[in-house]
């Protein structure tokens, strides 16, 4: 019971990022519209779990290379990956 309940919040979290287009789950929630599946199968094919999908939901769109950077590593992914995944540019200098 508690664990659905915290799933339900967390999908609470996600609507709002979804909502906010300065947010990174604003982007994955145009994708999970255009592509019809689930946040757990969205989850799934980028291969991280839910929480970790929130996680990246929330963060802010990021403004430059550096922060496109700490979002990857928050996440675990390499950089050109997230920056394909956002359609971002990167360079691969840090503040370039």
């Known amino acids: ?5 915290w799933w339900r919040f967390r999908s609470l979290d996600m ?13 994955l ?3 999970l519209q255009a ?6 199968q969205q989850a799934e094919a980028l291969g991280i779990d ?23 590593a928050r996440i675990g992914w390499e950089v050109g990956r997230l920056a ?3 359609g971002v540019h990167y360079t691969g ?3 370039s």
């Open 1 to 5: 019971m508690l664990e659905a309940l």
């Open 50 to 72: 839910r929480e970790r999908l929130t996680t990246l939901c929330s963060c802010r769109l990021p403004r430059d290379q550096a922060e496109l950077e700490l979002i990857a």
């Open 35 to 40: 592509q019809n599946i689930t946040p757990e």
């Open 29 to 31: 929630a145009q994708l």
């Open 93 to 95: 200098k840090a503040g």
């Open 84 to 86: 394909g995944l956002l």
């Open 15 to 27: 609507d709002a990022a979804a909502a906010d287009p300065y947010l990174v789950g604003h982007r």
